[in-house]
């Protein structure tokens, strides 16, 4: 069965966690972060993540890095891989890599040997699949990789990670990363695909803003058509689907389960 044809929205249903107030999501979603991070050390040696690229990722590092309970956690059993990257060398002031490196990985000593970062600056195609190989190693014996938390963003047209209305990426399902095409800035962009996505225990998909709030509308509310709003086809099969919305995000709040 074709994930992209497939309406998944029953078989694995978001959960939607709102809040007027930005900043207090962002507290919110720091705090539930940290106690994630917490629990899953309590009965494994690493808590593994995938992060995203964007503004938003910056808001909610330095709510994160600011928490006291970020103590709690063992920084040096994280492992953090990266959910998208523009093809951009890693000192770009575009790159992923280097927002979270200056927002999260060097505020909180995270070792680089945990840090997994997507080469932008080689060629797209050769990095995506050095990339997937190191997502494949990571799996070990498992087909695809299982993350602990997939922490992701949502574009005004709908996209998560890199995956684009109309990306290459949205049907490689033998690769764990690929070539995605171009990005809103003009950047190439190399993103994970959907299997290590919706392999993860938890994905989190985050949207604020009024800029969101049609995209969040048709995510959720919408026809299923991901080939034209690929964040639908995001569904962590054993996992769970946390959508994080702002009141702006959301026009009418009495609108959404
Ligand atoms: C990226 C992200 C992308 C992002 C959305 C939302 O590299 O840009 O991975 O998917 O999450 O575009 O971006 P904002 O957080 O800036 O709204």
């Known amino acids: 069965m074709d994930i992209l044809t497939h309406d998944w929205r029953q078989k694995t249903p978001a959960a939607v966690r709102s809040s007027k107030s930005r900043q207090e999501l962002l507290g919110t979603i720091a705090c539930r972060f940290i106690d994630l991070a917490v629990d899953t050390q309590a009965s494994q040696p690493f808590f593994s993540i995938i992060l995203g690229g964007g503004r938003t990722p910056k808001e909610l590092n330095r709510a994160i890095v600011e928490l006291p309970p970020a103590k709690k956690v063992n920084w040096n059993r994280v492992n953090i891989f990266f959910s998208d990257e523009r093809c951009v060398p890693p000192t770009h002031d575009d790159s992923n890599y280097k927002l979270i490196l200056n927002t999260l990985i060097e505020p909180l000593r995270i070792p680089s040997g945990n840090v997994s970062r997507i080469p932008g600056e080689m060629e797209p195609r050769e990095a995506a ?35 684009f209305p109309g990306s290459p990426a949205l049907n490689r399902f033998d690769q764990f990363a690929a070539f995605a095409g171009t990005g809103p800035e003009g950047w190439s962009r190399i993103t994970l695909t959907y299997p290590p996505l919706n392999a993860a225990k938890n994905v989190w998909i985050m949207a604020f803003g009024a800029a969101k709030s049609r995209a969040v509308q048709q995510l959720i ?19 769970n689907l946390v959508y994080w919305l702002d009141g702006a995000a959301i026009k009418d709040t009495d609108s959404l389960p």
């Open 129 to 163: 699949s050095g990339y997937h190989n190191k997502l494949a190693a990571f799996g070990g014996k498992q087909a695809i990789p299982v993350f602990d938390l997939a922490l992701l963003g949502l574009g005004p047209d709908g996209h998560t990670a890199s995956l």
């Open 221 to 239: 509310r919408g026809p299923y058509n991901p080939p034209r709003l690929p964040a639908q086809a995001v569904r962590p099969k054993n996992g």
